[in-house]
């Protein structure tokens, strides 16, 4: 019997029995429910209501004068007028032709406090409570209140919390009511071990799960905090890990978490049954529903002969399977993957069965455990709704777009029955986690205008629980200045469109000649063509007025006598803006597998501009970078990456200005400061230029003797580029650096997966440069792979 049941029964039994007192005797009351049965009541007398009104005791009966009643409909009214909590006892009786209703009332609650909290605030208590002022005062809802602020406290490591309660009687059956907390110590994580592992160490497996061990920063993260929730989302983890390497037999023989109650620390226990290591053998595409081609559907498989068995590479080839046969007109089309391992060889074959699977349909969507993101963030992951024909394929890649969004800690899906045979219902269980992040970046510039530059930066991926980007930024040295925002609105008009602005402001005294006040905005929405491919259309608008130095000399600011003033590099100089507008189109492949810590897949981009529809600039510019992950040495964890890029414009009417050409960052390539390489006057001015390449080797790898939880790597690099090319009218040949150049650099990093986001420090030393080239040769900032 269910509990709510019980409770109903529970509350029937005592209404009845406590009629019989009132009537005066069993019989009394026997015969008295007997007549109920067929009886009809012409007035309802309700007795010992006073703050509540008679009228909202007769709104909460299903019994009504003039009408036929049984006891089940008695039932029924108890019921109501228990749920209420307004009442802590209710008797129903009749007497000739009324229904006589006697209550006792609860008491109301004036005013609800929190007393020796400390590390949950009172507005966050009180949100989370039942017990409400002007509200009755329920023990059962006081108990269960008890509960959930014990469970908050367990959330945040403070399992071994009290919470008891005070009230103070103010007379006229209100009272005030106290939750008093002792908060305890916080619990920690001592130790996570793990028991017959044998291919990865246990620094490689403790990487892989969620939960980490104590730290002196673990109160940011809460990564510590010992939950069976977020124990069998690990275990979860450690499976995925397996399965996608090849041991497709994984299984955990018991997880376990001991407490050490003299120091509060947990002790965490997995115990693991790895298995063989198999690779795929003979793949193979079966169809039995009429109308699909088999043969056409292997051409979908990411599964090949020979290959490394990946969990993965199944899923992705069913998911991939299901959408084409559903394109077809077969929604209840099932995919089926049928594995038959060949011990002696250490293969699996794989046999995709496609047939017709049962008729079902989705009933609803019942979400839980958001407590900050909004349901309908959830809901719009799903290419199916309420109604829709039921999709184990489309479920399963609902569910990597929820974890690939980056709000939640876990995301679990599961089933229940709905109210017909061919109904079910979704049930989506996720845990909120931390999407804020505070960046800060450091450079440091040699040469004469050398100093230190400064970044900061406030992020935040899931904007009041709505999914929505926000970022702000502002930066600067001694003497440039740089401000920017950035919205992004993922779901734009309810489409799987991303909509969103950038707007910037840069001051730039740095150049000889002239000061530089730029200022613009994009306007931007990017559209999925598939999984991985993205398409990002832009219009983008930007002004730039030029004034004379005010650290020059006046004839120095002057064109020499043989100069056309009305050459645009003068005419900028000379205080006349420059408005560039244009429109650009990208491509994104992304096949990355992590966007923090990226072990293997590709990120490519490729990205092509046209300005001329109206302001000043006129030209064509095509340009992409491409990087590649993939692990070296799966147990050290050592992961290399090889990129490339490059760029080339050219104008389409008149000449280029100085700020239409491209420009290599200190990310491009490391050793030189941003702008520090490429064409530029003899007086140091950079120009930028017109055709750049760049091509990188990077290594990373977990810091010898540092747990490999505190979350630091190193890495290794080169650096290899250059910038040519030079377009601008600037009136005169006292230009260098115009020749394809080659600049190259090695060195090495610190990275530090933070609570307040991937930091890195860089240090790089240029090993082939030009003379004039400005070095940079200290970065400490955000991380960035891409």
């Known amino acids: 019997m269910k509990a709510g049941s019980r409770f109903l029964n529970a509350v029937s039994a005592v209404a009845l029995s406590t009629s019989m007192v009132v009537a005066g ?49 008695i039932d029924e009214s108890v019921r109501r007028l228990f749920a209420t909590g307004y009442f802590s006892d209710v008797r129903i009786s009749v007497s000739g032709s009324t229904l006589v209703v006697v209550v006792d009332e609860n008491r109301l609650i004036n005013q609800v406090v929190f007393n020796g909290n400390r590390k949950i605030k009172d507005d966050k208590l009180a949100g989370i409570v039942r017990s409400r002022s002007q509200g009755p005062f329920s023990e059962t809802t006081i108990e269960g209140d008890i509960q959930t602020i014990k469970d908050a406290y367990a959330a945040i490591g403070r399992s071994d919390a009290t919470v008891t309660t005070q009230t103070y009687d103010l007379g006229n059956g209100r009272v005030n009511l106290a939750f008093v907390i002792n908060e305890g110590d916080r619990t920690k994580i001592s130790q996570i071990n793990f028991v017959g592992n044998n291919a990865y160490s246990d620094g490689r497996l403790r990487s892989v799960i969620n939960t980490k061990k104590s730290g002196p920063l673990s109160f940011l993260t809460r990564k510590d905090v010992y939950d069976e929730a977020k124990l069998r989302a690990d275990e979860e983890a450690l499976r995925q890990f397996y399965f996608n390497r090849g041991y497709a037999d994984f299984q955990i023989v018991s997880s376990e978490a001991v407490l050490d109650e003299s120091t509060n620390e947990y002790t965490l226990n997995f115990t693991v049954e790895e298995g063989e290591r198999y690779k795929f053998g003979d793949i193979n595409v079966e169809s039995t529903v009429e109308g699909v081609d088999a043969e056409e559907l292997k051409g979908l498989l990411e599964t090949r002969a020979g290959a490394v068995y990946r969990a993965k590479d199944v899923q992705d080839s069913m998911s991939e399977i299901s959408r084409r046969v559903s394109a077809k007109g077969y929604p209840f089309a099932r995919v089926t993957p049928r594995g038959n391992r060949d011990f002696a060889n250490h293969t699996i074959a794989v046999d995709y069965l496609v047939d017709q699977g049962e008729r079902a349909y989705i009933e609803r969507i019942e979400i839980r455990g958001n407590t900050r993101t909004r349901d309908y963030v959830i809901r719009r992951e799903f290419d199916i709704s309420e109604g829709d024909a039921f999709n184990q394929e489309v479920i399963t890649s609902a569910k990597r777009r929820l974890e690939a969004l980056g709000f939640f800690s876990t995301v679990n899906i599961s089933t229940a029955p709905g109210s017909a045979s061919d109904r079910v219902v979704l049930v989506v269980d996720v845990q909120d986690q931390s999407t804020g992040t505070f960046g800060v970046g450091v450079g440091y ?145 992304d096949t990355l597998d992590d966007r923090k810590l990226p072990r293997e897949g590709f990120y490519v981009t490729a990205t092509q501009e046209f300005a001329g529809l109206g302001g000043d600039s006129d030209f064509y510019k095509i340009y992409g970078k491409a990087r590649y992950f993939q692990t070296l040495m799966e147990d050290a964890d050592i992961i290399g990456s090889l990129s490339a890029g490059a760029g080339y414009m050219t104008p389409t009417s008149g000449d280029l200005m100085v700020f239409d050409q491209f420009q290599l960052n200190a990310n491009d390539l490391r050793g030189f400061e941003s702008g520090g390489i490429g064409p530029r006057m003899t007086n140091g001015d950079e120009i930028g230029g017109t055709t750049y390449f760049t091509v990188s080797a990077e290594t990373t790898f977990p810091l010898p003797f540092i747990a490999r939880d505190a979350g630091f790597r190193g890495a290794l690099f080169a650096d290899a580029g250059t910038l040519y090319g030079n377009k601008v009218d600037i009136g005169n040949d006292d230009v260098e650096g115009t020749s394809m150049s080659w600049r190259a650099s090695v060195g090495a990093s610190l990275i530090w997966s933070s609570p307040f986001g991937p930091l890195r420090v860089d240090y790089a030393i240029p090993v082939a440069k030009e003379d004039f080239d400005e070095e940079q040769r200290f970065k400490f900032g955000i991380s960035s792979s891409f």
Do not use: C, H, M
Not at 28 to 55: C, F, K, N, T, Y
Not at 506 to 520: A, K
Not at 545 to 553: F, H, K, L, M, R
């Open 25 to 73: 005797g069993a019989a009394v009351s026997l015969v008295a429910a007997s007549a109920a049965e067929a009886a009809v009541i012409q007035r309802v007398d309700v007795r010992g209501a006073s703050r509540v009104s008679p009228e909202t005791v007769r709104a909460n009966l299903s019994i009504q004068p003039g009408k036929n009643f049984s006891n089940a409909d």
């Open 445 to 589: 510039t040699t040469g004469n205008d050398g100093g230190f530059k400064l970044e900061a930066s406030i992020e935040e991926r899931n904007f009041l629980g709505r999914g929505q980007y926000i970022r702000i930024a502002a930066g600067g040295g001694s003497d440039s200045r740089n401000y920017n925002l950035s919205f992004t609105e993922p779901y734009f008009l309810g489409y799987r469109l991303a909509a969103g602005f950038d707007i910037f402001r840069n001051e730039d005294n740095s150049q000889d000649f002239y000061d530089i006040d730029s200022q613009g905005v994009t306007l931007r929405v990017t559209a999925p063509i598939t999984e991985d491919l993205s398409t990002t259309l832009r219009y983008n608008y930007a002004k730039y007025d030029y004034s004379t130095s005010v650290n020059q000399a006046e004839d120095q600011a002057k064109p020499p006598a043989d100069q056309d003033i009305s050459d645009p590099y003068w005419d900028a100089i000379d205080g006349s803006p420059w408005v560039r507008s244009s429109v650009s189109q990208s491509l994104t492949y």
